[in-house]
C-alpha cells in the first residue's frame, strides 16, 4: 500500500480529484489517500474539509483506478488552533492549509506508515508513483526535488516542498516537523514552511527533477507540478501558472495533453454527480 498525503479545502475538490485520479490510474499498487483538512469559514466561506458527498465520489473514483485504495480525512483544527492562530504567516500568500503537513509528525495516519508522499493538489501523475515511493529514504527525513527557481535565487541545495517522500519515523526522532511550526509561528517568510524545511532540515535527500517537474514535461517525467514558474526572454520576463483545471489553458498554452485521459474521467463525473 502507498501512503499519499494532500492539505486541502473544499475550493479545490476538483484539481485534488484530477490529481488523486491520475495518482491512482497510473499506479501498479493500491494507495492510502490522506486528506489533511479543517474548517476555516471565519476566513473564507470555502474554506472547509470535504463534505461526506465529496467524500464519497472520491472514495468511488479512486477506488475504481486501483482497486484495494482508501481514503480518509482527518481534522487538523485543533493542531491549527494550537500551533499556528495568530502567528506571523497566517495572513501570507499561501492558505492555512499549506502547512497542515507540519502536523503528520503528531497525527498516526490510518495504517501507522513509516514514510508517506505529501503531494501538492496542483500535482498530476505521469508515470506509475511506485517509482518514488521505493526511493530508500531510510537515512533521511525527507526527499524532495530542486526548486526551479529557489536553486538559482536562494541556495543550490533549496528544494521544493510541493512533493515530498517522507521519512515519519526520521522526522519524529530529530523533531524536524516540531522545530519548523516554531519557526513557522515566528518569523514571517515569503514560502514560510518550504523555506523552514530547506533551513531545518539535518538530512535531506535530493530527489530527480522528474519526480517534481515544475517546467516542461520531459519523457521520463514522473510527476508535473503545476506551480507558477518563470520564463526568462532577451528583453522580457514570463510568468506562468496555470493548474491542470485550467484545461483550455493547460492545452492551448502548456501544449500539454499528458492528461487527457483523466480529463475524460472527470468529464464523466461531472455528469454523473453534477460537480461544479
Known sequence: ??????????????????????????????????????DLPERDPGWVSLSDERLAIFREAVGSAAPGSKVEQIDCRGYYEEYFAGGKNQRSFYTPYAQLRLFLDLITPDGDPDKIIYLDADTMCRRDISELWDVDISAYEFGASLDAAGRYWIDENYCNSGVMLINLRRIRETGLFAETRRQVNRRTMFMPDQSALNDLAESKLVLPRRFNEQRAIRDDTVIKHFCRWLRFYPLWVKMFNYKQWQVDEVHKKLKIHDFDDIYDDIKELEKKYALE
Not at 1 to 17: A, D, E, Q, T
Open 1 to 38: 500500500m502507498i501512503h499519499i498525503c494532500y492539505n486541502v479545502n473544499g475550493k479545490i475538490f476538483r484539481g485534488l480529484l484530477m490529481s488523486a485520479l491520475s495518482v491512482a490510474k497510473r499506479s501498479s499498487r493500491p494507495v492510502y489517500f490522506h486528506i489533511l483538512s479543517m
